[in-house]
Nanobody
């Protein structure tokens, strides 16, 4: 059974920083794309950004220049460094990964979500 477990959410004042982590565990061959999504109250889940296995990244325009995604392939972990946080960044943040579970296919997995609240 493959699982994604997130950590690092919490409460922070505007302008502050947080670092989220997401680690994949279980039986699988490798991990392709890893991404972060967020869902604010009353809104749809939206892509924050993602990273390929080779380290190529992409970001939503709303977080570009403030958020950085990185990964440690040896530890099956993806990180989201969030700087200069704003109240509009408040949301539940979800980790997502495309994981190769056998030689013929990959499957999409989600973490349980972690709350990030930005408020003064």
């Amino acid at each position: 059974q493959v699982q994604l477990v997130e950590s690092g959410g919490g409460f922070v004042q505007p302008g502050g920083s947080l670092r989220l982590s997401c680690t994949a565990s279980g039986s699988f061959f490798s991990i392709n794309f890893m991404g972060w999504y967020r869902q604010a109250p009353g809104k749809q889940r939206a892509l924050v950004g993602g990273i390929t296995r080779d380290g190529d990244t992409n970001y939503a325009s709303s977080v570009k220049g403030r958020f950085t995604i990185s990964r440690d392939n040896a530890k099956n972990t993806v990180f989201l460094q969030m700087n200069n946080l704003k109240p509009e960044d408040t949301a539940v943040y979800y980790c997502n990964a495309d994981i190769v579970v056998d030689t013929a296919r990959s499957s999409d997995y989600w973490g349980q979500g972690t709350q990030v609240t930005v408020s003064s």
